[in-house]
Structure formats: C-alpha cells, structure tokens
C-alpha cells in the first residue's frame, strides 16, 4: 500500500512538475531556471561546517564506542586462540557484544538525529536564499532538482547550480 502511494506521489510531483514547465516555456517572456539540490546542500559551506562542529561535539562518544569495539575484537582473537574457554570469559564476552550492539544503535541513533537537525537547518537558510536569489535575478521559477527524475533534461541554460552556490556560500559568510 505504502509502495502504491509513493508511486502516485511520484508520478503527481511529475505532471506538476512537467505541467509548469510547459506553461512557463510556452510564455517566453517567463525565466525558468533550476537547481541541483543535491550538489547545492554538498557544497553549501553551512553543510560542512555544521558537520564538522557535530563531529567534534559527538567525537568522544565516537572514541567510546571505537574503544568498545577494539576490546571486543580482541577478546575474541584471545578467546579464538584458547583451547577452552570458562564460563566466566563466555559471560563477559556476552556482555562486552551486547554492550557493543547497543553502543552501535545508539552511535546510529545519535548520527541520524544529526543529521536530521543539520538537514533542518541548512535547508532552512538555503530556501530564503533562494528566494532572494530569484528575486534579486528576476526568475519567475526556480526548480529544485534531485537527480531522481522531476527534470529529465534541460539545457544547461537553465542550470544555475553554480552560480546560486557561489551566491548562497557569499550570503553565508556575511558578503
């Protein structure tokens, strides 16, 4: 059922997608350009700099759970070289690989819920750009692309990727 909906969801976004296109081309007087979503949020200078503030925040838990995760590979090379192994090194192994499977759903956990606030964030800043770009440029659409198949083509007339992340990137860093 959920797959269904997400098709026709697809397939709407399409036809609107195709529809104003159509419209828009067929009025030459209207400026309709797009952007690459994707190549955008990698090369927006917020992108990168709120990651590497996250990954200094979150390091030592990172470091934690590496640490974790070495001393449970050599409990196992040490208990793999051992003819027996007692009960007691059985159950502390037990508990250092449940320790380490609940460190990584915490690790995948807390990377997710990052990720989620940077994406937020970013994509907060960068649809005001937007705006003042298309304002400040005089187009009447600006399209976001997403390499997923709402623009199957366009010239390269109509790309502006480069120029908006230039754009967005000055208006960023206070110029």
Known sequence: MKQIKNIWSGINSALIISLVIIYFLANNNEKVVYI??????NEFH???ELGGINEKKYKPILIKFDSLVNRLKSMEVRLNKQQKITKNE????MKLKRMVVSGDTEVQKLRSQVKMEINKKVWERLNGYVREFGEEYQYDIILGA????????????????????????????GH
């Open 146 to 173: 997403q390499g997923q198949g709402n623009i199957m083509y366009s010239g390269e007339q109509f790309n502006v990727t480069d120029e908006f992340i230039e754009y967005a990137n000055l208006k960023y860093e």
């Open 36 to 41: 690459d979503n994707v190549k955008l949020y």
């Open 90 to 93: 059985e159950e502390e192994y």
């Open 46 to 48: 917020m992108t990168k």
